[in-house]
């Protein structure tokens, strides 16, 4: 069936580091995908999202391509900082009326 | 514009005993969705509304969960009896129209502790 898997965590990096969060996807057919992103006590948020190959979503620094040839959507950020520790989810949907199937998560913790 | 109101925040029940959690959605959203995170996984969805009726319910364990969503616009999702493994985080979600393209709102959500 349709779904999603993420890098497993948690990814601790210091402040000022490059960010890579490795997503792929199965699908019958060409999902939208996204990133959602859980800080401490809060409910999950939207970050960022595609909705056809090559597309690229960008947010609050963020960045990620939709790789059809690879089955990807991995998340980039040049520049990490405190304030982005969180928890990442990658998600998809297989058509624009089908609810959301998530990853995992990946627990990211940034030191300073 | 007022986000997507859950609670208890918190709970705590002896395995075999009922709960129950409310949800208030956006104001005009049409669709309500509750998943369930357990520790360690991404959420699982366990039921969509559209309005008042159920889409999809697929993935909800009958037996023991029931959920409804009266007059289209407060949600409440009960466990009865719980189990152990009903311990996660229930998180509830709006969108003013089906699917993902319409945009998710979610709620802080509930943490339930089975014990």
């Known amino acids: 069936g349709d779904s999603v898997t993420q890098m497993e965590g948690p990814v601790t990096l210091s402040e000022e580091a490059f960010l890579t969060i490795n997503c792929t996807y199965t699908a019958t057919g060409y999902p939208s995908l996204f990133w959602y992103v859980q800080y401490p006590g809060e409910g999950l948020q939207l970050l960022l999202k595609?909705?056809?190959?090559?597309d690229k979503g960008s947010n609050k620094g963020f960045e990620a391509t939709y790789r059809k040839e690879t089955t990807s959507f991995h998340l980039e950020k040049g520049s990490v900082q405190v304030s982005d520790s969180a928890v990442y989810f990658c998600?998809?949907?297989?058509?624009?009326?089908?609810?959301?199937?998530f990853g995992k998560g990946t627990r990211l913790s940034v030191i300073a | 514009e007022a986000g997507v109101a859950q609670s208890p925040r918190y709970k705590i029940i002896e395995k075999r005993q009922s709960v129950a959690f409310w949800c208030n959605p956006i104001?005009?959203?049409?669709?309500l969705y509750w998943y369930q995170q357990i520790l360690g996984q991404g959420p699982k969805l366990l039921i969509q509304f559209q309005n008042n009726g159920v889409v999809d319910d697929s993935q909800l364990p009958k037996d023991r969960f029931s959920a409804e969503r009266l007059k289209g616009v407060d949600s409440t999702l009960k466990i009865q009896p719980a189990k152990l493994e009903d311990s996660a985080v229930y998180l509830c979600a709006s969108s003013s129209g089906p699917g993902a393209r319409y945009g998710y709102t979610f709620g802080s959500g509930t943490r339930l502790t089975v014990v």
């Open positions: 595609a909705t056809k190959a090559d």
């Open positions: 998600a998809q949907t297989v058509s624009g009326n089908t609810p959301l199937v």
């Open positions: 104001s005009g959203h049409a669709t």
